[in-house]
């Protein structure tokens, strides 16, 4: 079974660790056999599975969030558990690598006017360094998923519901 929502709260790798738990709605209602169990905008909550922001070279950042918990049309909180759902930034520009060649070069130039052909040796090290240092050390974008963002989780394991007695 689908569930489709809508996120209360947005995400991002940014700032949500594994664990955090968010709010959304439903999509549409859900039902069952002519029953409805659960209306269009119902509470569901999940959590955060995975959040890796990415970085060293060409790590892409990815965000993996699945849904624990549905309240269904009677009132009652049902815990849930569905297939997780993951969003992997796009990885690091083709470029990157020209970033070390680059800093190599302009580090070579720099030495060269400085010391001779050791003073260049010297300076492509440096420079060669320091463009990966740029391509390593930094993050590519982070996964972000805004408020409003509509996901279709995948209903992992049956759930068995019982009717509330008022």
């Known amino acids: 079974m689908l569930i489709p929502v809508r996120l209360v709260d947005g995400l991002s790798t940014e700032r949500n660790r594994p664990g955090d738990i968010f709010t959304a709605t439903l999509d549409k209602e859900l039902g069952a056999d002519d029953f409805v169990i659960a209306e269009r905008g119902a509470r569901v909550e999940g959590r955060v599975v995975a959040s890796d922001p990415g970085g060293k070279a060409k790590r892409a950042a990815a965000l993996a969030v699945e849904l624990t918990r549905l309240h269904t049309s009677d009132g009652q909180m049902v815990a849930?558990?569905?297939?997780?759902?993951?969003?992997?930034?796009?990885?690091?520009?083709?470029?990157?690598?020209?970033?070390?060649?680059?800093?190599?070069?302009?580090?070579?130039?720099?030495?060269?006017?400085?010391?001779?052909?050791?003073?260049?040796?010297?300076?492509?090290?440096?420079?060669?360094?320091?463009?990966?240092?740029?391509?390593?050390?930094?993050?590519?974008?982070?996964?972000?998923?805004?408020s409003e963002t509509g996901i279709r989780f995948r209903l992992a394991e049956s759930v068995t519901l019982t009717e509330r007695i008022p």
């Open 80 to 146: 849930i558990r569905t297939e997780s759902f993951t969003r992997r930034a796009a990885p690091s520009p083709p470029g990157d690598g020209g970033k070390v060649v680059a800093g190599a070069a302009t580090g070579a130039v720099v030495g060269a006017i400085a010391g001779g052909g050791k003073g260049a040796a010297i300076g492509a090290g440096v420079g060669a360094g320091a463009g990966a240092a740029d391509v390593f050390l930094t993050r590519g974008s982070p996964v972000t998923l805004p």
